[in-house]
């Protein structure tokens, strides 16, 4: 640089932008709707049965997380209800209860204008409607696949929501399959940070299906009666089905309109393992990116702590390298930290897990009470942390850290903080 150069343009320092959660919703096997499933996730109860839906004779196990309460007509009308696939279902259906949490039922989502209405759900389109484009293939040739392919385009549910909500501002749908929630959340709030909507209705939906659980059956990552997380005697996840959503906004808009907020999301970090796409890094590189660039991102040291939801599916792997990624990360802290997984009750809803852990996270906050990891019977070596194991514990919470890992080594991590005012 000489004295003839210009001289360096500099910014001033930015006030960073925090995200309100001012609505929750959520459909799970143990619950449709926040308060019968934070009661049921709270009492233990396990939502894993004998599947219903079809046959299932000739697999190598038999129990699932099918969703039994649920009447789509509650949250659209009968028509709508027909002509959707169960993804749809469920998805519109969170997302429906969390607009009147947040005060935007009805007309109330006209505080928003419709271009400003953002969408960003994890998802992989509508799983179900494979099953039904195989069965139609074998049944009557290659004519049946075209109405049934759009139906399974992977921004079907993103799509459905929109169109729910009137919502004609930024579509997002991301199909990082066990991370999409964390993913899809995330990057909502960047959409926010960035000003290009005012209003995004995040989260995940993933419904049961044939084709799934017969593929985690060909791996042999399914385990015959119960989801183990960390225990000695684990052995494999359990498919399930469900839907979590979020109404996120900045938090002074929220505040200006007088909404209540529930929680903050503080901020996200992503890393992949880079390693196979179906088994996590022995060293869990990506999960330790994701945690460090959330606590760095969010400016918060690992010892401010009080709680990680974790991923734990239950698989032997999975399990192990989530508890080194925790000890790489928080040190000692690591000893001290409630840790629990939520997957033992629900069982692994896919694009739908993290949505729904970050809809039990912000009942943790709000309630002081964390969830536990049932069927925790046989500690094991590899996986020697606090566990939460069996009975929920009352326990103050102002941090919380939700881990999602996925297939594709995605790795990705939500902070969310209690609200204590502006």
């Known amino acids: 640089m000489t004295t003839d150069d210009p001289p360096l343009r500099t910014r001033a320092p930015v006030a960073p932008v925090r995200i309100a959660i001012t609505g929750l919703g959520v459909c799970t096997p143990i619950g449709v709707g926040v308060g019968p499933f934070w009661e049921a996730a709270l009492a233990g109860v396990n939502g894993m049965r004998e599947i219903r839906g079809f046959a299932h004779a000739d697999l190598r196990t038999h129990v699932g997380g099918e969703i039994d309460d649920f009447e789509p007509r509650e949250f659209m009308s009968a ?17 429906r209860m969390a607009v009147e949490q947040a005060g935007l039922a009805g007309e109330g989502i006209a505080h928003f204008a419709p271009e ?22 074998l049944a009557s040739g290659w004519g049946a696949l075209p109405h049934e392919l759009v139906q399974r385009l992977p921004s079907r549910i993103a ?30 709030a960047d959409v926010l940070r960035c000003g290009r909507a005012d209003v995004v209705l995040a989260g995940g939906s993933d419904a049961f299906s044939r084709i799934a659980f017969v593929g985690f059956n060909r791996l042999r990552a399914t385990a015959p009666d119960r989801v183990r997380p960390f225990d000695l ?44 796409v179906a088994i996590p890094h022995p060293e869990g590189r990506g999960g330790v990116i994701a945690l460090r660039q959330a606590l760095a991102r969010a400016g918060v040291a690992a010892e401010e702590l009080d709680y990680i939801s974790a991923h734990g599916t239950g698989t032997r792997e999975n399990d192990r390298v989530e508890t080194r990624i ?14 629990s997984s939520l997957k033992s009750m629900v ?25 536990p990891t049932i069927n925790y019977e046989t500690p094991d ?20 850290a939700s881990n999602a890992y996925a297939f594709g080594g995605n790795c990705a991590t939500l902070l969310l903080r209690r609200f204590v005012g502006a």
């Open 381 to 400: 070596p590899d996986c020697d942390l606090d566990y939460v194991p069996n009975v929920a514990q009352a326990h103050p919470t102002e941090l919380i």
């Open 233 to 276: 005697n684990r052995a494999g996840m359990i498919l399930a089905e469900g839907s979590g959503a979020l109404v996120l906004e900045r938090l002074e808009d929220a505040q200006a309109r007088g909404a209540l907020v529930l929680a903050e999301l503080l901020d996200y970090g992503l890393g992949c393992d880079a390693h196979n």
């Open 79 to 95: 028509e709508h209800a027909a002509l959707a696939g169960r993804g749809e279902q469920l998805a519109v259906a969170a997302v």
């Open 347 to 371: 069982g692994h809803t896919i694009s739908a897990a993290s949505a729904i852990e970050a809809v039990a996270c912000v009942q943790s906050l709000r309630t002081g009470w964390l969830t």
């Open 116 to 137: 400003r209405r953002a969408v960003s759900f994890g998802s992989f389109g509508e799983s179900a409607r494979l099953d039904d484009v195989v069965a139609a293939t």
């Open 326 to 339: 925790l000890k790489e990360v928080l040190g000692a802290h690591a000893a001290r930290v409630k840790i």
């Open 159 to 188: 799509y459905a929501v929109a169109a729910a909500f009137d919502c004609r501002g930024s579509i997002f749908n991301l199909p990082a399959l066990c991370a999409a929630g964390n993913y899809a959340i995330g990057y909502g």
